[in-house]
């Protein structure tokens, strides 16, 4: 069996979080799905649990942080092209979210855009030119500093 990821969110609106993931292409998984809790399919490999701050509260003793005022992690989707990037974040604001809490990043080899979710997490929406990635991280890096 392959790996799996699983992200576990806190959430505050159940309806409203999975509506956003929705407009982000993810997919409800209806068998771990109540009214604590909804899980997101991204892809065959990863997920999103999107939890209830009572049922996120059940699994760590700590405090559920405000995203809003604080980051503790960036979570990043690939999309297929520049174009997808827009019109992604463009759904994402549609759905409750808010574009562009991190600067664009444009590079000619690698676009991205974020949106925060109605929760205040970053989602990162990014698209990488399939050569430059295979040339591997030196490659990126130089043609980055190139379109600054």
């Known amino acids: 069996?392959?790996?799996?990821?699983?992200?576990?969110?806190p959430v505050t609106d159940l309806a409203r979080s999975r509506?956003?993931?929705?407009?982000?292409?993810?997919?409800?998984?209806p068998k771990f799905t109540d009214e604590t809790a909804a899980c997101m399919t991204l892809s065959d490999n990863i997920h999103v649990m999107l939890l209830t701050h009572d049922k996120f509260s059940q699994f760590t003793p700590r405090p559920i942080a405000d995203?809003?005022?604080?980051?503790?992690?960036?979570?990043?989707?690939s999309t297929e092209s520049p174009e997808s990037v827009d019109s992604t974040v463009e759904r994402g604001v549609a759905a409750g979210g808010t574009a562009d809490p991190s600067p664009k990043q444009d590079y000619g080899v690698m676009y991205?855009?974020?949106?925060?979710?109605?929760d205040g997490h970053i989602w990162e929406i990014m698209w990488m030119?399939?050569?430059a990635a295979e040339r591997g991280a030196s490659a990126v890096q130089e043609a980055i500093a190139t379109a600054l």
Do not use: T
């Not at 069996?1 to 969110?9: D, G, Q, T, Y």
């Not at 509506?19 to 998984?29: P, R, T």
């Not at 005022?69 to 960036?74: D, H, T």
């Open 1 to 9: 069996m392959s790996r799996m990821i699983f992200v576990n969110l």
């Open 67 to 77: 995203a809003n005022a604080g980051s503790e992690v960036l979570l990043c989707l």
């Open 112 to 118: 991205g855009r974020s949106v925060a979710d109605p």
């Open 19 to 29: 509506g956003f993931l929705e407009a982000l292409g993810a997919v409800n998984e």
């Open 129 to 131: 030119d399939s050569a």
